[in-house]
């Protein structure tokens, strides 16, 4: 199947003001784009980019004082089947973990393992370690948390979602990061396109989806306990410790964003006659 997707952001800057953007389609589905999400810029400026310590793409610009207008607009092919679900992926002990994983065991800025961890062992310690604990880990948090945007607060860590109950994608992603890595089983946070493809369209506004990877049984699986179940066409665009590292948007001065668009739509498949 192929997925056209892309954003419309428009930006109200007082002077000129430096931003970074972390909204490519992540590399490792490079090879998927059938024509690739070009920054487009209106009126146009110079645009660098680089790859952060995470392997992220981003893009560096200062956008002229005045409305600035960022767009893209992208074909990928997608294999059109549900995320993996494997029930005997097996925790590793922490003696046994790659070297790389290891940084997705600590505390982070979303992700206060320390207030957290008591909890998290009183709420999941008795379930079977692996597949079985993540996922107990995200249907807790499925139920414990009511989705409202009218909840978003870009200060709002895993703590304090867990204590409100109310929170966005990115609150419930971070919530169970956070337990993961209190039961030693290394998460990350990941920012990606994720339209209604299989599923009942949801009436609202589309966004860009926070959900989380797990290492188990020596390899990265997907986990979104916003939806909390098994999604097609998700889009990675991000990962790192929690949202402070896949920041869409990084702005040095003062901004006003006054547009944002979406968009995740399948391709319909042309008819045979």
Do not use: M
């Given at each position: 199947m192929q997925i056209k997707l892309g954003y419309d952001l428009v930006y109200q800057c007082p002077q000129p003001t430096p931003m970074i953007l972390t909204l490519h389609v992540h590399y490792t589905r490079a090879s998927d784009l059938v024509y690739p999400d070009h920054l487009r810029t209106d009126p146009p400026v110079p645009v660098t980019m680089?790859?952060?310590?995470?392997?992220?793409?981003?893009?560096?610009?200062v956008a002229p004082a005045g409305l600035f207008h960022l767009y893209t607009d992208a074909l990928i092919n997608d294999r059109g089947v549900q995320e993996p679900v494997v029930p005997g992926a097996q925790q590793h002990p922490v003696e046994q973990l790659?070297?790389?994983?290891?940084?997705?065991?600590l505390g982070s800025r979303y992700c206060e393992t320390d207030?957290?961890?008591?909890?998290?062992?009183?709420?999941?310690?008795?379930?079977?370690?692996?597949?079985?604990?993540?996922?107990?880990?995200c249907d807790f948090?499925?139920?414990?948390?009511?989705?409202?945007?009218?909840?978003?607060?870009?200060?709002?860590?895993?703590?304090?979602?867990?204590?409100?109950?109310?929170g966005v994608c990115r609150d419930y992603a971070h919530l169970a990061i956070a337990f993961c890595r209190c039961l030693n089983i290394p998460a990350r946070y990941?920012?990606?396109?994720?339209?209604?493809i299989g599923v009942p369209a949801v009436d609202a506004p589309m966004d860009f989806a926070g959900s989380m990877e797990v290492f188990l049984g020596g390899q990265w699986y997907t986990f979104d306990p916003r939806n909390n179940q098994p999604r097609i066409g998700r889009v990675l665009i991000a990962r790192g410790r929690d949202a402070a590292d896949v920041a869409?948007?990084?702005?040095?001065?003062?901004?006003?964003l006054k547009s944002f668009k979406v968009w995740t739509d399948e391709v319909p498949k042309p008819a045979l006659h």
């Open positions: 680089y790859r952060d310590g995470f392997g992220n793409w981003c893009s560096r610009l790659p070297e790389e994983t290891l940084v997705y065991l207030l957290l961890s008591e909890t998290a062992w009183a709420l999941f310690g008795k379930t079977a370690p692996g597949w079985p604990r993540v996922q107990a880990i948090v499925h139920n414990h948390i009511t989705f409202g945007y009218q909840y978003a607060r870009p200060t709002k860590t895993a703590w304090q979602a867990y204590n409100e109950r109310q990941c920012t990606s396109y994720l339209g209604d869409l948007t990084t702005t040095y001065g003062l901004h006003e």
